[in-house]
């Protein structure tokens, strides 16, 4: 089987993050309400729960800070520790207004992309070293989740 080029997708990340920056700049307080594919989320906890996982990856990979307290030993612990885990971020954070979350995604999607640089040219720095190793970096995909709770289409 042949080795599948890695696909880079670092650049993608600001105009993502501004996509959804914007879109979420755009809604009223019953928009922020809607029900999205997440259960018992609305809008505003999907929001929340992207801010999370930035402040979660710029803690861990950024500033080396571990907070994980728990021994997971299977997938099944791993699932459930990880649900209980975002259901706290979510639940605390609710009381953030639209309007600050807004600016906590702006900042932290910013030191992301910063971040996602970095590591992506210390890993390419590392497979010239060892000659050759799989690379490749994720885009976010929530903001389709505020577009489905609107009916509104995504962007390209």
Not at 124 to 135: I, K, P, S, W
């Amino acid at each position: 089987m042949r080795e599948l080029a890695p696909v880079q997708t670092v650049e993608l990340f600001p105009a993502e993050r501004q996509e959804l920056v914007s879109l979420l700049s755009q809604l009223s307080a019953e928009e922020w309400a809607l029900p999205t594919v997440c259960a018992g989320w609305c809008v505003k906890d999907l929001a929340l729960h992207v801010l999370g996982d930035d402040v979660g990856v710029l803690s861990r990979k950024r500033d080396g800070h571990s907070s994980q307290t728990q021994s997971v030993d299977s997938w099944d612990e791993l699932v459930a520790f990880l649900n209980e885990w975002n259901e706290q971020w979510v639940a605390a954070a609710r009381r953030l207004s639209p309007r600050l979350l807004i600016d906590l995604l702006s900042v932290t999607g910013d030191e992301l992309y910063h971040l996602l640089q970095v590591d992506r040219l210390e890993r390419a720095r590392r497979a010239g070293e060892l000659g050759g190793a799989r690379t490749g970096a994720g885009v976010a995909g929530h903001r389709q989740g505020v577009h489905g709770a609107l009916a509104a289409p995504a962007a390209d």
